[in-house]
Nanobody, 125 residues
Framework: QVQLVESGGGLVQPGGSLTLSCAASGSIKSINAMAWYRQAPGKQRELVATISSGGTTNYADSVKGLKGRFTISRDNAKNTAYLVMNSLQPEDTAVYYC????????????????WGQGTQVTVSS
């Protein structure tokens, strides 16, 4: 019924930049919060940033050195969220996942959690 598809990952040198996209499609009535998570090899998945339907953003304090380098945004008309990542470092290497809380058309007002399949970001020289 609903799909989230991430794109934009790849291999980048330290200090480089990438922009990830997450497009939601299907029987969508509305999208509440959207978020980016990441999971490095051998580690648990961790929150990177969230953005509300109104555009309020929050960044994970637990992710060291994140603030100022990553920017989350969204285009509600396109049901798409973005994550601009600058000054990438090897420790940013991970699979990045998009998450969205969505009201599915025809299901009333209940929010459902959806995840994308993930996109690999590798930072290496």
């Amino acid at each position: 019924q609903v799909q989230l598809v991430e794109s934009g990952g790849g291999l980048v040198q330290p200090g480089g930049s990438l922009t990830l996209s997450c497009a939601a499609s299907g029987s969508i009535k509305s999208i509440n919060a959207m978020a980016w998570y990441r999971q490095a090899p051998g580690k648990q998945r961790e929150l990177v940033a969230t953005i509300s339907s109104g555009g309020t953003t929050n960044y994970a304090d637990s992710v060291k050195g994140l603030k100022g380098r990553f920017t989350i945004s969204r285009d509600n008309a396109k049901n798409t969220a973005y994550l601009v990542m600058n000054s990438l470092q090897p420790e940013d290497t991970a699979v990045y996942y998009c998450n969205a809380r969505i009201v599915v058309a025809g299901t009333g007002l209940r929010l459902y959690d959806y995840w994308g399949q993930g996109t690999q970001v590798t930072v290496s020289s």
